[in-house]
């Protein structure tokens, strides 16, 4: 059983298309998962979800797997991220700015939205990946953390912490995105991964980020994929979409 691993492409589709070459020079998949965050914060919102639906359309819905991340969700309900409430002048206006400009990009990634590509995330709002694999045991996906869109996993994260977001889940292989980084460790029982960030990767910035799993019975061989694609030119889609803030 091969599956190949995708989250966080947030509206990049020059990286999404850069990490689907890098996967048909590797040779077919049996299932493809994707792990949320689609649209929001890049120049090719609607064009990057299209991708998944053609995915989907090509195969079909247990072939290919797509969960919902928190932009997917702020984007379905308008719910923006909960901040913490600022504690002095100073702090309010890098705060009030920082709302402003997160607001804006969200509000123009809406625009850009249609009913097909609304219904797309509508449908993997707080869905996960539970799947048994002959041989080898119950495997895990989730966008952050199980149960929380928003928790944060990390390379980093204490054990204790850790084990706790995976209190109620059986099994020993857990799969997440969200924190941008990729990542293979070890905690308790248990073996967490990342597959990075396809559109916006923070430890392999301009390289778009998957993972490649291959199951044989009890083994698992793992890839963590890194190729790059044209910075330049999404910088320049940027500049042209009309995106508010670029970054």
Known sequence: ??????????????ALLAALADLKALGAVDQYWFLGDYAAAGPRPAECIRHCLALVAEHDSET????????????VHGERKRLPAAQDAGEWEERK??????????DWTIAQLGWEEYEFLRAGIGVE????????????????VPGDDEGVLSPDTPEHIALDFLLDREGSLGIGG?????YDR???HWRLLNPGSIGSSRDAPGQAQWALFHFQGSQLQVTLRAVP?????????????GFPHPF
Do not use: K
Not at 1 to 14: K, P, T
Not at 64 to 75: E, M, S, W
Not at 178 to 182: S, Y
């Open 97 to 106: 700015r920082l709302i402003q400009e997160t607001s804006a990009n969200l």
């Open 186 to 188: 070890v905690v308790g």
């Open 1 to 14: 059983m091969r599956i190949a691993i995708f989250s966080d492409i947030h509206g990049n589709e020059l």
């Open 129 to 144: 990946i539970a799947q048994e694999l002959p041989g080898y045991g119950w495997c895990h996906a989730y966008h952050a």
């Open 178 to 182: 969200h924190v941008h980084l990729q």
């Open 64 to 75: 290919v797997r797509c969960i919902g991340g928190n932009t997917d969700r702020y984007l």
């Open 229 to 241: 694609y044209d910075v330049s030119a999404f910088q320049q889609q940027m500049r042209q979409s």
